[in-house]
C-alpha cells in the first residue's frame, strides 16, 4: 500500500537549536516526496521536494531535507530553528500507481513549536 | 505567482443544505484537487480533475460531488450536508502538462465549514 507516516503529532524546539521532523514512506518503485508547510489560518506552502539525484535537497526557508532510501526515510531539517517556523508540517508522497494522473497521499501532520 | 482563491474563508451551513465550495486558479493548470483537513488525519483527497469536464474520486468521495465547466474554476458540491462534514475544506491546483510539471501543489487559504 502507498502510504506516508509522521510519527510525531507534535515536536518542540528551542530558538536556536536544530529541528527535525521526521516522515517515512511506502510505497511501490521510486518515490516522489514533499514536504509541505502550513502557518496558521492559512492554505499549505510548499517547502522542498525529491523526485531524484542528491538525496539532501534544499528547499524554502533554510530548510532541508534527506531521502534515506534503506530506512524509506524523508526527514525535515533545520541547523538553527526560529519561533517563526512554528506551523503545522505535512510529508507528501505521489501515489506512483496512477500512473499519468497526479495524486498525493499526505501524512498526518506535525506540529512544530519553537520556544524562544 | 500562482494564485488560488476559494469563495469564502468561513461557512456554516444547516444539515439537509446543498452547500457550494468554489475554487479559482490564475495560472491556467490542467489539474486541480479538493482536500479536506481535520485534526489527526491530515489532508485526505475527496476529487481531483485533470481537465476541463473531467474528474475521478479520490479517497473520500462520499457525500460529495464536484464541478469543472472552465479550466480556471473546481467547485466542490455538498448535496445534503451533514454534520460530519465540518472541516477546513482546500483546493489546490497544479501544472501537469507534459514536460512542464514541477509536481508542486498550489493551496488555496481554505474554507473552514460548519454544519449545524
Known amino acids: 500500500a502507498q502510504s506516508v507516516a509522521q510519527p510525531e503529532d507534535q515536536v518542540n524546539v528551542a530558538e536556536g537549536n536544530p529541528l527535525t521532523v521526521k516522515c517515512t514512506y511506502s510505497?511501490?518503485?521510486?518515490?516522489?516526496l514533499f514536504w509541505y508547510v502550513q502557518y496558521p489560518n492559512r492554505g499549505l506552502q510548499f517547502l522542498l521536494k525529491?523526485?531524484?539525484?542528491?538525496?539532501l535537497v534544499k528547499g524554502s526557508y533554510g530548510f532541508e531535507a534527506e531521502f534515506n532510501k534503506s530506512q524509506t526515510s524523508f526527514h525535515l531539517k533545520k541547523p538553527s530553528a526560529l519561533v517563526s517556523d512554528s506551523a503545522l508540517y505535512f510529508c507528501?508522497?505521489?501515489?506512483?500507481?496512477?500512473?499519468?494522473?497526479?495524486?498525493?497521499?499526505f501524512g498526518t501532520g506535525t506540529r512544530l513549536k519553537v520556544l524562544a | 505567482d500562482v494564485k488560488v482563491t476559494q469563495s469564502s474563508r468561513y461557512l456554516v451551513k444547516r444539515t439537509g443544505e446543498k452547500v457550494f465550495l468554489e475554487c479559482v486558479q490564475d495560472?491556467?493548470?490542467?489539474?486541480m484537487f479538493w482536500y479536506r483537513q481535520d485534526p489527526g488525519l491530515g489532508l485526505r483527497l475527496i476529487y481531483f480533475?485533470?481537465?476541463?469536464?473531467?474528474?475521478e474520486k479520490g479517497d473520500i468521495p462520499e457525500g460529495y460531488s464536484v464541478s469543472r465547466e472552465k479550466k480556471e474554476r473546481f467547485s466542490l458540491i455538498l448535496e445534503s450536508a451533514s454534520t460530519n462534514q465540518t472541516s477546513m475544506y482546500l483546493c489546490?491546483?497544479?501544472?501537469?502538462?507534459?514536460?512542464?510539471?514541477?509536481?508542486?501543489?498550489?493551496f488555496g487559504p481554505g474554507t473552514r465549514l460548519t454544519v449545524l
Open positions: 507528501a508522497v505521489r501515489d506512483m500507481r496512477y500512473s499519468g494522473t497526479y495524486k498525493y497521499i
Open positions: 510505497v511501490s518503485g521510486n518515490p516522489y
Open positions: 525529491y523526485i531524484t539525484g542528491d538525496n
Open positions: 495560472m491556467d493548470h490542467e489539474n
Open positions: 480533475s485533470y481537465d476541463v469536464k473531467m474528474k
Open positions: 489546490a491546483s497544479l501544472n501537469g502538462a507534459t514536460g512542464l510539471t514541477t509536481d508542486t501543489q498550489y
